[in-house]
């Protein structure tokens, strides 16, 4: 697993501690940082992931709202909601192709919630990049 994917992946965990137990973000990071070795870059990456997902929070749950129709956001699970949350934030902040973001997020999904949660990821990431692409026109 690259450094990238790795940094996700604890971005992704330091959201669901927060999301989950209330703590703030940074030191959910320290928390999830702590558990196992890694590099001052995967850290720091996954560091300004999941600050830039966790202050954006508000406007994501909308954009996630507005796209999971018949889906409450209390409905969605949080490990779910948490991978949706990281990646539109690392998509609103175009730095990583789309298709890149996308398919982590899926991995993810598949890794930690499960086949049917990777499909609806994949269905509300998309319809995301639609939407935004139709709007910049």
């Known amino acids: 697993m690259g450094k990238r994917s790795t940094s996700r992946r604890l971005a992704m965990q330091a959201l669901y501690q927060s999301d989950l137990s209330g703590v703030g973000i940074e030191t959910a990071i320290k928390n ?6 890694f590099i001052a870059e995967t850290i720091a990456f996954a560091s300004q992931l999941a600050t830039s997902a966790w202050e954006a929070k508000g406007t994501i749950d909308k954009i ?9 956001l209390d409905r969605i699970g949080k490990v779910d909601r948490n991978i949706l949350r990281l990646a539109i934030q690392e998509l609103r902040l ?16 598949k890794k930690y919630s499960g086949e049917e949660a990777a499909k609806f990821i994949n269905g ?3 319809t995301y990049v639609r939407e935004r692409e139709k709007a910049a026109g």
């Open 124 to 126: 509300i990431l998309g």
């Open 94 to 109: 175009k730095e990583t192709p789309v298709s890149v973001v996308i398919n982590e997020a899926v991995e993810m999904a």
């Open 64 to 72: 996630i709202s507005k796209l999971a129709i018949d889906w409450p």
């Open 32 to 37: 999830i940082s702590e558990s196992e070795k």
